[in-house]
């Protein structure tokens, strides 16, 4: 008798993780306080449009971003409920990441009348799947500031630390 296995059914394949992605609920975002006042302050600044603006800083080899600077953004949608980085910022912030040894972490931008969750639109239109995403909510009277990891069409919350 031969020693091959016998299977009646066919198993289907186990779901493959992709090596080089990390879990990514396991993603920190590292935010210095002076950065995140800043940032909130120019979502202030902004409404009643939505604010954005990009996030400089490292990736860590642990899934742990150290954001080192934020560079403002006009919203060239220069509206209350989308934003478009314009594209002159964005190479403006990228040369700045350059100048100081950083990368282009990500992108923040304002909701002015609901939650710091990501819209469909928001998770549509993410352009870098490798990039953090912060959302500050100016809903509430105390502006509530979050970080979302989006890829695939999907959006998942990251821990940030404020230091
Ligand atoms: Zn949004």
């Not at 080089?20 to 002076?34: C, F, N, T």
């Not at 939650?115 to 100016?138: C, E, K, N, R």
């Amino acid at each position: 008798m031969s020693a091959a296995a016998t299977s009646p059914d066919p198993v289907p394949p186990i779901p493959s993780v992709s090596p080089e992605s990390p879990s990514i609920a396991a993603s920190v975002l590292l935010l210095p306080a002076g950065v995140y006042r800043q940032i909130v302050a120019a979502c202030l600044d902004g409404y009643p449009l939505e604010a954005c603006g990009l996030l400089i800083g490292e990736e860590g080899a642990s899934g742990e971003a150290q954001v080192r600077a934020s560079h403002p953004a006009t919203n060239a949608a220069a509206s209350a409920r989308v934003y478009t980085v314009e594209p002159r910022d964005m190479l403006r912030a990228d040369r700045e990441a350059e100048e100081i040894g950083a990368v282009l972490l990500g992108v923040w931008h304002s909701h002015t009348h609901t939650d710091a969750f990501p819209s469909p639109t928001d998770v549509a239109q993410a352009p870098d799947p490798g990039w953090h995403y912060v959302i500050v909510s100016l809903r509430d009277s105390e502006p509530v500031l979050r970080s979302y990891r989006i890829r695939g069409g999907r959006s998942e919350e990251e821990a940030v630390v404020l230091q």
